[in-house]
């Protein structure tokens, strides 16, 4: 886990890290949100519409900035401020995501950063954009 | 640069961050007067006015400030030293 601390942070700094969605992963996010839309459950109500199989949830996708911010970008004295996130391509169970992160506005008064973020999928297709405001204590 | 001029430049940035088109700002407005104007609120009013302004502002000048007037007279302070 890194542990940036304002003073060390400077416009341009970058994280990334891979991960894979599992079907694990949507069996627990089903269990925590609670939502059993078919679009997320169904392969073939998503296929009837549109899609190649079961839609990912987008705040599942979602969840890995929170491990961007709170494990690497600043890491371990993060808080998370605000999240502005925009879903532009369908991710599907099976997809090798990388999520990067680099840090466009640092404000010393307030210890707050602002980070650009994305993750792309394996054909490098940009699946999600993100705009990420983070306070850090300590 | 004068009151109004600076008025001018940040009031759209009170709009964006209340989310609010009619919001209308007086050298008088202060956090009591807006009702979500909270902590969060306050970092984002002053980044947003560094970036628009291109200026820099250090926690001991931003913790004297009572109300937009006190903000005004900051900017001016360090655009026309």
Redesign the interface.
């Known amino acids: 886990m890194n542990d940036y601390r304002i003073n060390g942070i400077r416009e341009g700094l970058a994280a990334e890290f891979r991960v894979t969605v599992s079907r694990m992963m949507m069996d627990l996010f089903l269990q925590i949100s609670g939502d059993n839309n078919p679009m997320h459950l169904d392969r073939e109500f998503a296929r009837e519409h549109g899609f190649e199989d079961r839609l990912v949830y987008g705040m599942l996708s979602s969840s890995f900035y929170s491990r961007l911010v709170g494990v690497h970008l600043p890491g371990k004295y993060s808080i998370l401020?605000?999240i502005e996130v925009s879903f532009n391509k369908p991710v599907y169970m099976g997809d090798q995501l990388l999520v990067s992160g680099v840090v466009t506005?640092v404000?010393?008064?307030?210890r707050?950063i602002?980070i650009k973020a994305m993750i792309t999928n394996q054909s490098g297709d940009k699946v999600s954009k993100a705009k990420i405001?983070v306070?850090i204590h300590g | 640069m004068n009151d109004d001029d600076v008025l001018r430049q940040i009031q759209p940035i009170f709009r964006e961050v209340f989310d609010d088109d009619s919001l209308i700002i007086t050298g008088a407005t202060c956090a009591e007067d807006i009702e979500d104007w909270d902590s969060?609120a306050?970092?984002?009013l002053?980044?947003g006015i560094?970036?628009k302004l291109n200026l820099?502002?250090?926690?001991a000048?931003?913790q004297g400030l009572e109300s937009v007037g006190d903000m005004v007279q900051l900017i001016i302070s360090k655009v026309d030293p």
Not at chain 2, 56 to 59: A, D, G, P, T, V
């Open positions: 401020h605000s506005h404000n010393e008064a307030y707050q602002e405001k306070g | 969060l306050q970092i984002n002053v980044v560094e970036k820099k502002f250090s926690l000048e931003l």
